[in-house]
């Protein structure tokens, strides 16, 4: 199993920025798929950002522009930089990790979730 814990969120205005961070414990922390995810009060959980092993990069549309997906193998550590924040970004997010497409594809982890908060 890995261990995942995010910290980052808070409070902010529109348009101001927040980054995120989901620290893994564990040796295997280069082979993984990380991905971000948000839920808001009375919709679905939706996938915000991926980033594969290889350092391959998805991100939802509403997020495009704005929100950068990265990690540092060398610390155990994946990153969202959010930036110009929305109200609508609203909501807890949550860091998943995954296997790899070649070691198959299954989640093995996810942290307790961090709040963010945009206000207008």
């Known amino acids: 199993q890995v261990q995942l814990v995010e910290s980052g969120g808070g409070l902010v205005q529109a348009g101001g920025s927040l980054r995120l961070s989901c620290a893994a414990s564990?040796?295997?922390?280069?082979?993984?798929?990380f991905s971000w995810y948000r839920q808001a009060p009375g919709k679905q959980r939706e996938l915000v950002a991926s980033i594969s092993s290889g350092g391959n990069t998805n991100y939802v549309d509403s997020v495009k522009g704005r929100f950068t997906i990265s990690r540092d193998n060398t610390k155990n550590t994946m990153y969202l930089q959010m930036n110009s924040l929305k109200p609508e970004d609203t909501a807890v997010y949550s860091c998943?990790?995954?296997?790899?497409?070649?070691?198959?594809?299954?989640?093995?982890?996810w942290g307790q979730g961090t709040q963010v908060t945009v206000s207008s």
């Open positions: 564990g040796s295997i922390f280069s082979i993984l798929d």
């Open positions: 998943n990790a995954k296997r790899p497409p070649g070691w198959g594809g299954t989640s093995i982890g």
